[in-house]
């Protein structure tokens, strides 16, 4: 199939797809707690799940590499960013990367952009604490569509990620060294990146507020897993609604149980929700307070009361350093506001 022919085709799929949501979404009744918003919940779960890498979808090529940019920060450029380029050792090697720090990737999600708030706080936070090489990933172009066409561009997005980390491990950065970052959407793109790094697996993945919508617990290769990286933390923040209620990585954190965040008010679409895992993110990697949280005996207590009583151990939920093994799932509260964290006390 030609490029134009691949792109009508495309542009026939995506109007067949409007013509079914527009028909869907007029005949649904929608049962949801009223706080968030029926018509848009309609409308982003009552479509097909995203599809597997080898769906044909994918290799009808939405995305290319030039709607994708790795943008290099570090103290020495802690606001204007060096583009680096998959498979240009030159972009590489005359940028500020530096081979002895640790790789820190951050990928927005819906909507968002390399300016937005997630990944701009994350960035700042770290580069605040300690001289590190932080790649933020611009999908820009691809994320600002609707959301039935951002979820599909994620696969693509993931697959362009994954050839840039082949690109860096081929240059002699070791994934023992990276750590990708992922809120919403984005959480999926580096899941799916991890997935197919050739010499992984890299070393650990955050997902913040995996996106729910049109992804689902049983299509692993779509979304993000724990077996895309050697350990994998996951902030639930709108589980159940824009993010995924059920544990995805080694271990979970649920905030105030995951659903709905204190100060957020009503959250008619659940955004303030969704948002607050980045920004729980951020503040912990700079705060003196901990966000101490503890562990339940198993998702099923957290499902079933919102909350859990804890075995007695603890573990700090994000921070500058990463906590592995303690697999499990764990439960804490935040303050409604900033700073949101609320220390080492009784965290229930
Ligand atoms: C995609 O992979 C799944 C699971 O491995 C398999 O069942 C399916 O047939 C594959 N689809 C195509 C188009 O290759
Ligand atoms: C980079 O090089 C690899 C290996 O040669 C190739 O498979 C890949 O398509 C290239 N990617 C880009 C974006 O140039
Ligand atoms: C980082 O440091 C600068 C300068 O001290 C300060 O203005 C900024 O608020 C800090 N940011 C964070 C997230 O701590």
């Known amino acids: 199939m030609s490029v134009t022919d691949s792109l009508k085709f495309n542009k026939v799929l995506f109007d067949v797809w409007k013509v079914g949501f527009a028909l869907i979404a007029s005949a649904v009744k929608w ?117 039935i066409l951002a979820s599909y561009n994620v ?27 992922g809120h919403s959407l984005g959480a999926h793109v580096v899941g799916i990146a991890g997935a197919y790094v050739k010499k992984g697996p890299i070393d650990t993945i955050t997902g913040l507020d995996p996106a729910l919508p049109l992804f689902t617990l049983g299509n692993k290769d779509a979304r993000l897993d724990k077996h895309d990286a050697r ?18 990585g080694h271990i979970d954190f649920y905030p105030n149980g995951g659903t709905r965040q204190p100060g957020c008010g009503t959250d008619f679409r659940g955004f303030c929700a969704h948002n607050r895992a980045h920004m729980y993110f951020s503040e912990s ?40 093994g303690k697999d499990g799932v764990y439960y804490l509260t935040t303050n409604a506001e900033k700073p949101f964290a609320r220390g080492e006390g009784d965290p229930t």
């Open 31 to 147: 049962d949801a707690p009223p706080q968030y918003d029926p018509v848009w919940l309609a409308s982003v779960q009552l479509y097909p799940p995203a599809p597997a890498l080898n769906d044909t979808r994918f290799w009808l090529g939405w995305v290319n590499d030039a709607d994708v940019e790795f943008r290099l920060f570090t103290r020495r450029n802690p606001f204007e960013f060096q583009v680096l380029t998959t498979n240009d050792s030159a972009s590489l090697h005359q940028s500020n990367f530096d081979f002895s720090k640790k790789v820190k990737v951050l990928t927005h999600g819906w909507l968002n952009h390399g300016y937005s708030p997630m990944p701009e706080s994350i960035k700042e936070a770290y580069l605040n604490v300690s001289d590190l090489n932080i790649i933020v990933v611009d999908w820009g172009v691809a994320a600002n569509v609707n959301y």
């Open 231 to 248: 350990h994998v933390e996951v902030i639930h923040t709108c589980g159940g609604y824009l993010g995924f209620a059920s544990p995805l």
């Open 155 to 181: 696969a693509s997005v993931g697959r362009l990620l994954t050839e840039f980390l082949n690109f860096l491990i081929g240059e002699g950065v070791s994934m023992d060294d990276v750590h990708l970052i």
């Open 285 to 324: 990697i700079i705060s003196d307070v901990p966000f101490t949280a503890v562990r339940c005996e198993s998702y099923d207590e957290l499902y079933y009361s919102g909350s859990c009583k804890g075995t007695g151990e603890t573990l700090v939920m994000g921070g500058f350093d990463i906590h592995y």
